[in-house]
């Protein structure tokens, strides 16, 4: 009996002793991360005031009809999806051209929440995804910069990614795609195998958490292909990890584990599949892979200086092997938007990819407006990085600098690079600030304290100092709120220009399309609103946002940017049934144009069509051609109303259907 008294009262203690440390750093901590994430979430949600409603800047509707294609019809179904909507009259092979990750997720979310009894729609659900994704990444973010730089590192790389503009851009409620899962896979990817290749952790924990690194590479080649960026990453940390001697025997073990998991379920995705295992990267992997293999063997056995010889005569092999089998046709190439990334001098310039914002190279002022004053501290995180080095931080070093690296190709990849950024960003706070919070946490009464100076700075210099430094980082939160001012197209559209209405054209016209076109119908449109005809008024589409079949977008800007006449012939030639155009003015002063209609696009239609720019506009000023073409006398209804017969009109004349009545053959 006293026995069993004694052993209670240990308990009790060690229960007291629990609560006390819980509530000295443990519930502070998650008070704090979990502040972090309701900003996050709060920053999210702001394109709310506008309505419920998808980003129309990107596939996002296109990823909710493949949801809701999978839902209806089950997870086996899509495997066999050839979707006839899209690029009629030719279709699309679904599982050969998308990738499942986001759809399938959101889809057993939909399940999973269904079974519990939550109620909510498939179109609620896919609406606010992203805005639970990035929580799940701001999270693992923590986890990454705790394990890089301590708790401090962890919370505030937390802060700093829950306001970092870049990826609230694709974060945001409404903006489903596949980025959303994709940096939540890298981020993991990347804190797996970082405690996977610790020395000091049991074989057998290393190996779990090389299992998981594989399984999000695997997710990540199912979600993204930025995959390809992954693997290569931890890749050129290992090879660097040799080179100045942090390698050890997990790194062979965890990175065979990764690399082979994550190509085991890349076989099994029909847009990768067994020849994804035949590209040159791919190639690339596996041969590093050997040669780490035989760095182990002779580990030990040589001298260092040798070895790095022996390494770097491998290597040469290897990429020589890599050209003699790519020239010899065994292996494929790297594709070019791959090769531009790497090199970006050999970028090939393309109308198509050139006409899409987030496609163009960055400069070192859009890296600030961006960033902010992030991008500078993350700088100084490299040279504490390099100044204190460590396994952890050599690999937020690599991963920063090849992001940094990549990111100046084009500027859609500042969403990867906003990952390591924040963490580097908020590793070089934490080391710049530490003297000062040591002088600013002790007693002022302390003589020798208060005669210590750092930096020429006292006490209370140190804490104004800290204050500034951390005051730095919040303008990022204001700067990511005013990004999500202005509304989507589908919602709305420049507000300040309008006098604060909303005009909801699009809508009401693809609701009327829905509703009064045939089943059977051909609409006609640049490729940019595809994805809204085919979601919304499931109508067939001759192009979209998938830009596949770039020669079909070419006879759409002929179509577009040339006389009727030859328009008709074209459009006979698909038995398109509609035409819509979208011109876009201020309803308060409609002689002037807003930038975002065919009224703007009509440039790159000329160039992609590989029509000469010159004969429709001369010294910024329109040329006979322009106003000759069908989209000009589309736009103002100056067309000849016997073949191009107007049904339907939006509320502010910014959308236009017409219906196409053919001449006879003599006419045409």
Same mark, same amino acid.
């Given at each position: ?215 999000? @590479?695997?997710?990540?080649? /199912? *979600? #993204? $292909? ?5 693997? =290569? ?5 290992? %090879? ?116 899409? @914002?987030?496609?163009?190279? /960055? *400069? #070192? $002022? ?5 960033? =902010? ?5 993350? %700088? ?289």
């Amino acid at each position: 009996m006293e026995n069993l008294k004694a052993r209670l009262g240990n308990s009790l203690k060690s229960v007291r002793l629990l609560r006390v440390t819980m509530k000295s750093s443990t519930v502070l901590e998650v008070s704090i991360l979990g502040l972090t994430v309701l900003i996050g979430i709060i920053l999210r949600i702001i394109p709310l005031r506008y309505g419920a409603y998808f980003s129309t800047e990107a596939d996002t509707m296109f990823m909710y009809r493949v949801t809701k294609y999978v839902v209806d019809n089950g997870y086996a179904a899509w495997f066999n999806w050839h979707d006839t909507l899209s690029w009629y009259p030719w279709g699309r092979d679904i599982p050969a051209t998308t990738y499942p990750g986001l759809p399938f997720t959101a889809a057993a979310i939909y399940s999973i929440l269904q079974a519990l009894g939550l109620n909510l729609s498939l179109y609620t659900v896919c609406l606010f995804f992203p805005v639970f994704m990035a929580s799940l990444t701001i999270i693992a973010v923590y986890f990454l910069g705790k394990d890089i730089g301590g708790r401090s590192v962890g919370l505030l790389s937390a802060f700093l990614m829950a306001v970092n503009s870049s990826y609230i851009s694709r974060t945001s409620m409404g903006f489903f795609d596949d980025e959303t899962v994709g940096i939540f896979s890298l981020v993991l990817i990347s804190l797996f195998f970082l405690r996977a290749v610790e020395a000091e952790k049991p074989l057998h924990k290393c190996i779990v958490y090389a299992v998981g690194a594989g399984l999000m @590479a695997g997710y990540l080649n /199912a *979600s #993204w $292909g930025a995959a390809r960026y992954a693997l =290569g990453l931890v890749s050129l940390f290992v %090879l660097i990890s040799l080179l100045v001697r942090f390698y050890n025997r997990r790194y062979l073990i965890s990175y065979s584990i990764t690399v082979g998991l994550s190509y085991f379920i890349a076989v099994f995705i029909p847009r990768l599949g067994a020849s994804y295992l035949q590209s040159m990267d791919s190639v690339a992997i596996i041969g590093f892979f050997a040669l780490i293999a035989c760095f182990e063997i002779v580990r030990g056995r040589v001298d260092f200086r040798k070895l790095i010889l022996l390494v770097g005569a491998s290597l040469a092999v290897l990429i020589i092997a890599l050209l003699i089998l790519e020239s010899a046709g065994l292996i494929y190439p790297i594709s070019m938007k791959f090769i531009a990334v790497i090199f970006p001098g050999s970028r090939v310039v393309s109308p198509i990819i050139e006409s899409v @914002a987030e496609h163009k190279r /960055a *400069s #070192w $002022g859009i890296y600030f407006s961006d960033f =902010g004053f992030s991008i500078a501290l993350a %700088l100084l995180g490299l040279y504490f990085a390099v100044k204190k080095p460590s396994d952890k931080k050599l690999y937020g070093l690599v991963f920063f600098l090849s992001g940094l690296y990549f990111s100046g190709s084009f500027v859609r990849l500042f969403l990867i690079l906003s990952v390591p950024l924040v963490v580097m960003a908020a590793y070089g706070v934490k080391e710049l600030l530490n003297p000062f919070m040591v002088i600013a946490s002790q007693k002022s009464a302390d003589r020798l304290v208060r005669r210590r100076r750092v930096f020429g700075l006292g006490r209370g210099s140190g804490i104004l100092f800290i204050i500034i430094i951390l005051g730095a980082l919040l303008p990022s939160v204001w700067s990511a709120a005013d990004n999500l001012k202005t509304p989507s197209t589908m919602a709305a559209t420049v507000p300040v220009l309008i006098g604060g209405n909303y005009p909801q054209d699009w809508l009401q016209a693809l609701n009327w399309m829905r509703d009064n076109l045939p089943g059977d119908a051909v609409v006609v449109s640049w490729w940019d609103y595809g994805y809204w005809i085919q979601t919304l008024s499931g109508k067939r589409t001759l192009a979209d946002g998938a830009t596949i079949n770039t020669t079909q977008i070419a006879q759409i800007g002929k179509i577009m940017m040339l006389g009727e006449n030859v328009s008709l012939k074209i459009l006979k030639s698909f038995n398109a049934t509609h035409i819509v155009v979208y011109t876009t003015f201020n309803p308060n002063n409609p002689s002037q144009e807003l930038p975002f209609g065919d009224n703007a696009k009509w440039y790159w239609m000329v160039k992609i069509a590989g029509l000469n720019e010159t004969e429709y506009i001369n010294n910024n000023q329109y040329a006979d051609k322009y106003y000759e073409s069908t989209l000009y006398k589309l736009m103002k209804n100056l067309v000849n109303q016997t073949y191009f017969r107007p049904v339907y009109k939006s509320s502010y004349g910014w959308v236009i259907v017409y219906e196409i009545r053919y001449p006879s053959d003599e006419g045409l």
